[in-house]
Structures are given as structure tokens and as C-alpha cells.
């Protein structure tokens, strides 16, 4: 089996076990106000959680129908261990599937390096949101072989 799983969870079901990475994450680590963590978008999102072994959540991200990636979050020990690469290209690939024609996202500017490999070009002039700079990048899906 492998060190970690990348599965489609559903909200009302895996909700407890997203969020635990996003406020462990965003709010504990990032100090991002609570009230900016969660939307009412989740409800409607399709979400990936990333889980090691033993079935404990270590990873997740948000897919709106629109092409938004969002809340794309690895716990600080799984950084660097290909969870975020894995949940990047299982994004992609449920996009292309749902014949999104273009991805979207809001990356901390920190993190731009990490969605070049995968693609994304910068797309805006950076911006500051809950405290963090961040940058909008995108990626067009037939670009990559559809």
C-alpha cells in the first residue's frame, strides 16, 4: 500500500476530516481568521482528501464547477512527499473529465513555483488576502493534451 491515498470525499460525509487539515493549516498555522476559511461553497465543490496509512487526513483541496481550485492544503510533516503534486494532478484530472476548458486559482505567492510545474501561468498582479500575498494563476486543460 502506498505511504498516502488521494480520494474524491464528500462534504457532508468527510467534512469533520477537511476541515481538520484546512483549520490546522490556514488557521493554526497561517493565522487566517476562521470566518474567511470556510465558504458556502464547500457544499456545492467536489473536494479530494489526501489520507496516509492509517486513514488520518493529511491533505485536501476544493474543485468549484466553475474551475476554481481552492483550499488546496498539505499538514507541514506531508509537505515535500508529493501529497500536493498528487492532489494538484487528480484536480486536473477530475477538471478535464467534467470538460472544464480552463483552471483557475489563487496561489500565496510562496507557493507560485510549486503550480508552475504543473503548468499555470500567473494571470494577475498580486493581492493580499487574509494577511497572505497571493497571485492568480491559471492553466487551459487543452494545453496539456486534453
Known amino acids: 500500500m502506498n505511504v498516502f491515498n ?9 467534512r469533520s476530516a477537511l ?15 476562521p470566518d474567511l476559511e470556510s465558504d458556502e461553497a464547500d457544499a456545492e465543490c ?3 482528501l489526501a489520507v496516509d496509512k492509517i486513514g488520518s487526513p493529511i491533505g485536501t483541496a476544493r474543485l468549484l464547477s466553475d474551475g476554481l481550485v481552492g483550499r488546496m492544503a498539505v499538514l507541514k510533516e506531508w509537505r515535500g512527499r508529493g501529497v500536493g503534486s498528487t492532489l494538484v494532478l487528480r484536480l486536473l484530472k477530475e477538471a478535464r473529465e467534467r470538460q472544464i476548458g480552463q483552471v483557475t486559482l489563487n496561489a ?6 510549486f503550480y ?15 494577511g497572505i500575498p497571493h497571485v492568480r494563476m491559471s492553466l487551459r486543460l487543452s ?4
Open 6 to 14: 488521494v480520494r474524491l470525499a464528500n462534504w457532508q460525509d468527510d
Open 19 to 33: 476541515c481538520l487539515v484546512r483549520e490546522t493549516v490556514f488557521i493554526h498555522e497561517q493565522a487566517v481568521p
Open 46 to 48: 467536489l473536494h479530494l
Open 108 to 113: 500565496q505567492l510562496r507557493a507560485t513555483a
Open 116 to 130: 508552475v510545474k504543473f503548468g499555470f501561468k500567473i494571470a494577475g498582479k498580486e493581492f493580499t488576502d487574509a
Open 143 to 146: 494545453e496539456q493534451g486534453g
